[in-house]
């Protein structure tokens, strides 16, 4: 395991894997993708309660499990980079922070355009909203502090623990709902006994889910490469990647 680990680790063997796993992943998300919304879109009944406007679920709630998804990636990457300094784990949190910030300001915009209909307001001061708004500004403080440290060594161990010291709104936003009084509803897929929502829904929801993280999983490898290069530019495997280009 810890061969596997150590060799994972290489930036040559990382870029040429990444490279060769990208357009697998950027397929399989373009189908499921495309297989989800049309199912969501088109095939799954109308919600008797809430009617034609429930289908935003399916760019809402993948967004919203992302959003925090992405923060977990980028603490245990902190939590790598702290105890062995992997150059690696510095690029994906780093990689990951805008990422992270795109679903979570998608998973906001999108509640709000569910919420007008629904609650009758586009913000309230909710318990959920307010905690991923929080996630939003720790998404916003990584980069700004990322940016303001020169030396990408340092900057990195200083958002590692910007990241810890964060992860502990992640499971706030889960449990929001349960621990406050809150006009957001609870878990409708994640509950211990069975989701609360029809089979028909149900289907595309985990399509659309599957196909984000395969879509955050191409594109941070697409920008773990490209800052791969970026950093390992001087070395002799980037000048060879760039003469046998």
């Known amino acids: 395991m810890w061969i596997w ?3 994972f680790g290489s930036p040559r063997y990382f870029y040429d894997l990444a490279g060769r796993l990208i357009p697998w992943l950027g397929g399989a998300c373009a189908v499921l993708m495309a297989v989800g919304l049309y199912l ?7 919600d008797y309660q809430q009617g034609e406007s429930y289908r935003i679920i399916y760019i809402h709630v993948p967004s919203a499990w992302m959003s925090m998804f992405v923060y977990v990636v980028m603490a245990s990457a902190g939590t790598v980079v702290l105890i062995w300094r992997v150059k690696l784990a510095e690029i994906i949190a780093s990689v990951s922070a805008p990422l992270g910030a795109s679903f979570t300001f998608l998973a906001l915009a999108t509640g709000s355009l569910w919420g007008k209909p629904m609650w009758g307001t586009w913000w309230v001061w909710d318990a959920r909203l307010t905690s991923e708004l929080i996630l ?3 998404y916003f403080g990584f980069m700004a502090l990322e940016a303001a440290i020169e030396d990408k060594r340092t900057a990195a161990r200083a958002t590692a623990i910007l990241s810890l010291v964060g992860v502990i709104n992640i499971p706030i936003i889960h449990y929001s709902v349960y621990w406050w009084n809150t ?3 609870g878990a409708t897929v994640t509950k211990m006994d069975t989701p609360s929502i ?17 879509y955050y999983a191409t594109v ?4 773990a490469r490209t800052e791969l290069l970026s950093r390992e530019r001087r070395t002799r495997w980037v000048a060879e990647v760039i003469r046998n280009s």
């Open 40 to 46: 969501g879109l088109f095939v799954a009944p109308s």
């Open 198 to 214: 029809h089979l028909s829904m149900l289907i595309p929801l985990l399509l659309m889910a599957a196909a984000f993280q395969l």
């Open 5 to 7: 680990f150590h060799k």
């Open 183 to 185: 006009l957001h509803q």
């Open 220 to 223: 941070l490898l697409m920008g």
């Open 136 to 138: 939003l500004f720790l």
